[in-house]
């Protein structure tokens, strides 16, 4: 329930208590109008579609994926709920529909996603590849890092050799559509 308004900036609803939000949310992939209304220690309603359901919500963590995790106790039931901003979903929509793009059309650069060291170089224009198949190895804080192949293709280009510095962005390595033959 992130982005909720302050308790104590909302209106008063039932019995002079303030609503934390009013929104249209998500429930299983369908848009459900919802009005949540505290209680006090984590304790609410919430009214959607006609019903009414009493619900109990924990502090959120922040996830790996950015998104918060909260737990959620509806009625008894506790649930485990991700929840991320309609900005956030729309970029993570259009990063996952570009790489499916990408994977099946032209040329794929695979670029460094951390600073570090490359350790060993698995792959040589020329080469074809699996998806999945070991690229590189690149040491970052200590960690060594395996970079895989997003798709199976033909390596256009190997743009590092081991011992080499790298920064956030460099191209690591080009593959492109397998070649017949």
């Known amino acids: 329930m992130d982005g909720l308004a302050d308790p104590s900036s909302a209106g008063a609803g039932e019995g002079g208590r303030g609503v934390l939000a009013q929104r249209h949310v998500l429930v299983d992939g369908q848009p459900v109008a919802a009005s949540l209304t505290a209680h006090g220690r984590g304790r609410h309603t919430v009214r959607f579609d006609g019903d009414t359901a009493r619900v109990v919500l924990e502090?959120?963590?922040?996830?790996?994926?950015?998104?918060?995790?909260?737990?959620?106790?509806?009625?008894?039931?506790?649930?485990?709920?991700?929840?991320?901003?309609?900005?956030?979903?729309?970029?993570?929509?259009?990063?996952?529909?570009?790489?499916?793009?990408?994977?099946?059309?032209?040329p794929v650069e695979v670029r460094a996603v951390i600073p570090g060291k490359v350790v060993s170089v698995s792959v040589a224009p020329g080469e074809v590849v699996e998806a999945g198949q070991e690229l590189l190895v690149v040491e970052a804080m200590k960690m060594q890092n395996e970079l895989r192949s997003p798709r199976g293709g033909t390596i256009d280009r190997v743009g590092i050799t081991p011992g080499a510095s790298i920064e956030v962005g460099d191209i690591l390595v080009v593959i492109s559509e397998r070649r017949p033959g």
Do not use: C, H, M
Not at 69 to 96: M, N, P
């Open 59 to 106: 502090p959120g963590q922040r996830a790996f994926s950015g998104a918060r995790v909260r737990e959620v106790l509806v009625d008894g039931f506790r649930f485990e709920v991700e929840v991320e901003s309609a900005r956030r979903v729309r970029l993570r929509e259009r990063a996952t529909r570009g790489r499916s793009a990408t994977a099946r059309d032209g």
